[in-house]
């Protein structure tokens, strides 16, 4: 029923849609579409079910040219347990992990239909799956991610990067980026009014940020979905550090 094969040695290419991993024209894009997108969420959460029967914590979900992968964390016990199948020639990896899940849900109710027990068939998958102990544990338990609550636009007008608001000297460093963008921009200088006043918003929109910083806390991965337990959602691969 499921595949018992040795992981791929080959890595992804570097730009690939995270959905499905087409890599024709996807330059910066994360996704080829954003339905492309939809597709492999909407498989994901409707079959949170299973997920939730087997008492899953944390769980990731990701795939190679070969195959895919669900690694899970279950409650009270510190191992992976690993399913993979191969991936089906001319199949998106959402319709892959549907066919896969399915599998493992008929096989589910089976036992629960043999044993009157829903923990006996729980206990049954887990048998079916590949077990790591140890440091697997953090490739499917993410640290909390924080990312600055910053506009992106406020960044862009003063040419300053994400990396740079960790700066022991960020006061210094927007204002001297202020002043940069300002001897380009300004109407006394031959600049559009509109350019140096969006400049201007995003001078005090960063300064603001200094004095009181904030941040979107998450956890996940770069390259794999990522579900929690605890929530029993699923998100999205978080955006690459810059």
Known sequence: MLAKIKPSQQKPPLRYCLSCGKTDNMRNRRYCSLKCRQHLRQKLT???GLLEALNVRHATFYFTPEMIVL???VRDIREVFRYRALRTNGSRPA???GKMANSLG????EETARTGKKYMASRRLLQMAEKHEGESLSLVRPRLIRTPAVRAESLRCLGISKAEL???????????AYRR?????HPDAGGQP????NIHDAYKDLLKWADNPTFIRR???PDKWYYDGTAQKWTQPTPRKR
């Open 46 to 48: 409707t079959r949170t």
């Open 71 to 73: 690694d899970i964390i």
């Open 95 to 97: 319709d892959d992990f």
């Open 106 to 109: 008929e096989a589910w109710w």
């Open 166 to 176: 960790g700066s022991k000297q960020l006061g210094r460093l927007i204002r001297d």
């Open 181 to 185: 963008q300002a001897k380009i921009h």
């Open 194 to 197: 509109t350019t140096f006043r």
């Open 219 to 221: 956890r996940g991965f």
